[in-house]
């Protein structure tokens, strides 16, 4: 039926199209358990994002007291991005290779052994160390989510269910600097560990004790060059991106482009190589979403979503609010958690109208709100009172609502089950790569812009000068958003491959 033999190593005798066509037993015979296994995995993915930005708070006080320079501290956060990217496109072979429950257990055992080694760490080293097994763990969580959620939900109703996932990428984030100033407050850095270790102990052994989720496995072999090419290409990328939003104003020792184009020419080789093995479905990440039109439109709003939320969103805004406004690090958080409440909260209802109307009517209007808040933070200036800034940041967050859950809905929808994993590893690197893309950019911007290039961080015109790209950013998203298909989302034929 796909057009290609199944792989003679495949473990069972069973044809590729019967898996594809077949509907979970959980789906039709137990919902209300499937909805339990898809909490179990939202709230453990919750308490893992959290701990992805709770840190940034915390880099003054780690910078004293593990006596190493703020640029070496900054790796704490980019080092986890860093670690996450190369990670995450393995997560299509081991989410054939192996089961629903193993790929968990070895996500939050890799999560809890990492915040261990984090806590007890006692210099920068160790430390280091502990943030990049936590990362592993990370990585593999948030492709394991949605292709379950795109494996046990019917397509009517996962619109609302694919926005439970919005609270997870964007309100853990968004919090995660709130709750780390608090704990800074009054306790020490390693608090910020000890406090997530038991929450995700506790959401070990509930995996362990309820996920029975074991579906059909493929003995796919483990292509070892496609790893090394996938760790090179999207490792370079990535560090190139990160080093030059950090090194924006400096003589770094390697240019930034030397390992961007290194990462580059090694995806070019992983390209090709996927294309090969995919013949035979052996591919460590099968290229065949790209095939699909929805899919490609969907995955640039994705990405052009994350650089303005992490880049702007996330990296100018708190900027802005300390550099200019000269707020405290405590109140800069706050003033960014109403919008991130607000992201989260429409996740469900936005979902639910999904799946009643799809994505154009919900994704035109979120973008043209998303662009419009960029350019109004570029009329921001030192006299702009807080509530202003926290009332365009709700107007952001309100646009980005409107079209995170339709888009990753939306992408994913049109695959057949066979590439729910591959669609899910493909979006979630993306997303890595697009917040890096966004941070490297507008720092670099707002640097270069700055009246005093030699001044300790940028200055009100070198931020205007960033939000001014950002808005037209936000304009290209807002004119691609015309570009998403008419109607609610139709089941892709199990036919295709």
């Known amino acids: 039926m796909f057009g290609t033999a199944v792989p003679a190593d495949q473990e069972s005798p069973t044809p590729m199209t019967e898996t594809v066509s077949t509907p979970p037993a959980d789906v039709t015979r137990t919902p209300a ?13 919750f308490v893992m994002i959290l701990n992805e930005t709770i840190l940034s708070v915390a880099l003054r006080d780690l910078t004293v007291d593990l006596r190493v320079p703020t640029t070496t501290v900054q790796w704490l956060t980019s080092g986890f991005l860093l670690t996450m990217a190369v990670v995450i496109p393995t997560t299509g072979f081991m989410l054939e290779r192996f089961s629903a429950r193993q790929v968990f257990l070895f996500s939050l055992s890799a999560f809890s052994l990492g915040t261990v080694l984090s806590a007890l760490a006692p210099g920068f080293g160790l430390l280091m160390a502990g943030r990049v097994v936590q990362a592993c763990g990370t990585a593999v969580m ?20 694919m926005g439970t996932i919005t609270i997870v990428i964007a309100v853990a984030p968004a919090i995660g600097p709130t709750i780390g100033g608090a704990v800074l407050s009054s306790l020490g850095w390693r608090w910020m560990f000890w406090i997530v270790l038991p929450l995700s102990l506790a959401a070990l052994v509930a995996g362990a004790v309820l996920l029975r989720l074991d579906g059909e496995r493929r003995r796919v072999p483990l292509d070892v060059p496609s790893v090394l090419l996938s760790a090179i290409g999207f490792g370079g990328v990535l560090y190139g991106l990160s080093s030059g939003g ?38 460590l ?11 490609v439109v969907a995955l640039v ?38 919008g991130g409440l607000v992201l989260g909260l429409l996740g469900r209802p936005v979902g639910a109208l999904f799946d009643k109307v799809g994505g154009r009517p919900l994704v035109i209007p979120g973008a043209a709100a998303m662009a419009a808040s960029l350019w109004l933070f570029a009329v921001l200036g030192p006299d702009s009172p807080l509530v202003a800034v926290i009332g365009i940041h709700v107007l952001m967050m309100a646009g980005l609502g409107l079209m995170m859950t339709p888009l990753f809905t939306e992408s994913l929808g049109v695959l057949p089950e066979h590439l729910y994993s591959h ?14 893309l966004g941070t490297a950019m507008f720092v670099s911007v707002a640097t270069l812009g700055s009246h005093d290039a030699a001044a300790t961080g940028p200055d009100a015109a070198g931020l205007r000068a960033a939000f001014l790209v950002a808005g037209v950013i936000g304009l290209v998203a807002f004119a691609g958003s015309w570009l998403i298909r008419r109607g609610r989302p139709a089941a892709p034929s199990t036919s295709e491959h």
């Open 423 to 436: 669609g899910s590893a493909i979006l979630s690197t993306l997303q890595q790569v697009a917040g890096a």
């Open 285 to 295: 990440l099968d290229l065949r979403p790209f095939t699909h039109r929805s899919f």
């Open 33 to 45: 358990r499937s909805g339990l296994l898809i909490g179990v995995l939202v709230l453990s993915a």
């Open 301 to 338: 709003l994705t990405a052009l979503l994350f650089v303005c939320l992490i880049g702007a969103a996330a990296i100018l805004l708190p900027l802005y609010l300390q550099t200019v406004l000269h707020t405290s690090t405590f109140v800069s958080g706050l003033a960014v958690l109403p």
């Open 246 to 283: 950090e090194q924006a104003g400096a003589e770094p020792l390697v240019p930034g482009w030397v390992p961007i184009v290194v990462g580059v020419a090694a995806l070019v080789v992983f390209t090709w190589r996927q294309l090969r093995l995919q013949r035979r479905d052996r591919a």
């Open 142 to 161: 948030l492709p394991l989510l949605m292709t379950t959620v795109m494996r046990l939900v019917p397509p009517e109703r996962r619109g609302a269910t």
